[in-house]
């Protein structure tokens, strides 16, 4: 029979940051991390080394394995408390900010660079009060760059720290959580293995995200809201982003647009970057990624609006991903087009993506027309954000500039938590993007040790 002090289920930012927390504290604990995808060096996506399309691979490794959707990520590391999570209505803002410093650390211990973006708080006050005359709010954010390239790296340097000390499985799914009177007991695989544990750390990701949501039903948790975000990913020539993105590299703008009053933002923004596309349990999205050593001539990023009040109907996640399939279906994957062609009325066609002055990054988006897949509502907020984004950075709203749809941010349901992510089964913790807590790395990881800490505490080495 196998029985551990912890058993932590997912290997992305969260669960790793969980078992280094714990193992750094205590060197006696039994910790096993269960991870369904592959150990890093064998995260290989067909698509990467042959010229296939997605081969829908049963555990994506993208997003599965080592380092979980971290490990191919731009690795921004978003050091406000403001960004990433939700992870402010658990702890105090002063002890959210220890936190992020804390695990900030850790990543540059690991291979982070030393540099931090946004720096120059008289720059970004000025870029913020500019913004500000034109109904942007500009959200100051620090950010550490890993970058796509370096994160296996550091990620790697992190496994050879734990392996002697911990145990991890590599595909290894957790199929049931096991319970006993209120309390956590273990958890089963999908291969029929029960593996037993006085605690033990939900940490799936996005990638997971249902199948807890299913797990908590099944333990009759209560679940909360969750919201969808939907948008186009914007693409310029980098000059265009620069007034904004050389003083903060991800510049955070929110706009409540005049017709609708719906929130707007801009999100992962990458200079000089390429735009990617991004399967998701059927669904091709777009997204975007930067290198730290590698220089496109553009710059990506998205423009997402965040709204739905179509009560008695309460299923964001389904209008999500129906609004995607649209773009699917219209275009058999994402659907590119100039900004010109959206306004005057008109589909965009392979020659007149040549003739403008952007060049895709994406080379095979298929030209279309965005305006079959949007609702109205979506379109004019996204084109009255461009016109006011136009006046802080003059460009992004010419007709040049490319439009790729859709994006979409599906947010996992959220658990009801206790403020130390214990979930209302006894010594079951929930973290992570997929408990709805974080959406970024830092605020994962953070999470990660918010519920090691509890644990270390419950067994007498708390900090
Ligand atoms: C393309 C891309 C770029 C990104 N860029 C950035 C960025 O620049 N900055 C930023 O802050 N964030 C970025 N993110 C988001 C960031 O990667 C996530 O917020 C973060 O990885 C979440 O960490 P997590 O540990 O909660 O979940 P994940 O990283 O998703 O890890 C969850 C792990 O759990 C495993 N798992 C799931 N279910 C089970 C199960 N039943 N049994 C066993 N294992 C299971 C999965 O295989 C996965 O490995 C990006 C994401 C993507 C996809």
Not at 79 to 91: A, E, M, P, Q, T
Not at 269 to 295: A, F
Not at 299 to 307: E, G, I, P, R
Request: hydrophobic share 40%.
């Amino acid at each position: 029979m196998k029985q551990y002090d912890v058993i932590i289920i997912g290997a992305g930012p969260a669960g790793i940051f969980s078992a280094l927390e714990l193992i750094s504290r205590n060197k006696e604990l039994k910790v096993i991390v269960l991870e369904k995808g592959k150990d890093i060096d064998a995260r290989i996506c067909p698509t990467k080394v042959e010229k296939v399309t997605c081969r829908k691979c049963p555990e994506c490794s993208l997003l599965c394995g080592w380092g979980g959707a971290g490990a191919f990520s731009d690795g921004k590391l978003s050091l406000s408390k403001d960004i990433g999570g939700n992870l402010s209505r658990y702890v105090e803002d002063t002890v959210l900010q220890d936190l992020i410093h804390y695990a900030d650390n850790i990543y540059i211990q690991y291979g982070a660079p030393y540099h931090v973006y946004g720096g120059d708080e008289q720059q970004v006050k000025a870029l913020k009060d500019q913004a500000h005359k034109y109904g942007l709010q500009l959200i100051p954010s620090r950010i550490r760059h890993i970058g796509t390239d370096r994160c296996p790296e550091l990620l790697k340097n992190i496994k050879r720290e734990l392996n002697s000390k911990i145990d991890i499985e590599f595909s290894k799914e957790v199929k049931t959580i096991l319970f006993k009177n209120d309390n956590v007991a273990g958890v089963e695989t999908k291969d029929g293995e029960v593996i037993y544990g006085d605690f033990v750390i939900l940490a799936p990701g996005r990638e997971g995200s249902l199948w807890l949501e299913q797990q908590a039903r099944i333990m009759g948790l209560s679940l909360l809201k969750n919201p969808v975000d939907i948008g186009v990913r914007v693409e310029v020539a980098a000059s265009t982003l620069e007034p904004l993105t050389k003083i903060t590299y991800e510049p955070k703008l929110i706009f409540h647009s005049k017709k609708f009053n719906d929130r707007v933002r801009t999100f992962c923004v990458n200079p000089y970057g390429e735009v990617v596309k991004e399967y998701v349990k059927g669904i091709w999205t777009v997204n975007g990624h930067s290198y730290s050593n590698k220089s496109a001539t553009n710059t990506n990023f998205a423009l997402l609006v965040s709204t739905f009040f179509t009560e008695p109907f309460d299923e964001p996640h389904l209008y999500g991903r129906y609004i995607a399939r649209l773009a699917n279906l219209l275009g058999r994957g994402v659907i590119l087009q100039r900004l010109g062609d959206l306004q005057a009325g008109r589909r965009s066609t392979p020659a007149r993506i040549a003739r403008g002055r952007v060049k895709p990054t994406l080379i095979d988006a298929v030209p279309g027309d965005l305006s079959f897949v949007l609702p109205y509502r979506y379109l004019l907020n996204i084109l009255e954000m461009l016109r006011a984004l136009e006046k802080i950075a003059p460009g992004v709203n010419s007709r040049h500039t490319l439009l790729y749809g859709v994006e979409v941010k599906f947010y996992s349901r959220q658990l009801k938590l206790k403020r130390s992510l214990e979930t209302e089964v006894k010594n079951l913790f929930a973290v992570g993007d997929g408990a709805g807590v974080s959406r970024g790395l830092i605020q994962a990881s953070v999470s990660g040790i918010i519920a090691a800490r509890e644990i270390l505490k419950r067994i007498g080495d708390g900090i």
